[in-house]
């Protein structure tokens, strides 16, 4: 059974940090991070794989920190310096090995972020 349980979300004002987690059932081959703001497309914001490589959207290189706990199949988003246009709603992401070798994504079911100014 596949579940990515998220946590973390909440209301925060300008400047402050958060950290979300999200478990994860499952052989991970890629995890992260994707945010969708109100009207807007949803987007990608940090993936990690499960050898360690990184990826950061511009927005928020050098403010947000992406790492994995491979023993607790956990993806960690450190957020730090948060802006409000960093509000929305972030979805944890899993590329899941299938029993045939190739590759699934999973969502989770979204945890919102506020940022007030």
């Known amino acids: 059974q596949v579940q990515l349980v998220e946590s973390g979300g909440g209301l925060v004002q300008a400047g402050g940090s958060l950290r979300l987690s999200c478990a994860i059932v499952?052989?991970?081959?890629?995890m992260g991070w994707y945010r969708q703001a109100p009207g807007k497309q949803r987007d990608v914001v940090a993936t990690?794989?499960?050898?360690?490589?990184?990826m950061y959207a511009d927005s928020v290189k050098g403010r947000f920190t992406i790492s994995g706990d491979t023993a607790k199949n956990t993806v960690y988003l450190q957020m730090n310096s948060l802006k409000p246009e960093d509000t929305a709603v972030y979805y944890c992401?899993?590329?899941?090995?299938?029993?045939?070798?190739?590759?699934?994504?999973?969502w989770g079911q979204g945890t919102q972020v506020t940022v007030s100014s």
């Open positions: 990690i794989s499960s050898g360690g490589t990184t």
């Open positions: 992401y899993a590329d899941l090995w299938t029993s045939d070798y190739t590759t699934s994504p999973y």
């Open positions: 499952g052989r991970i081959s890629l």
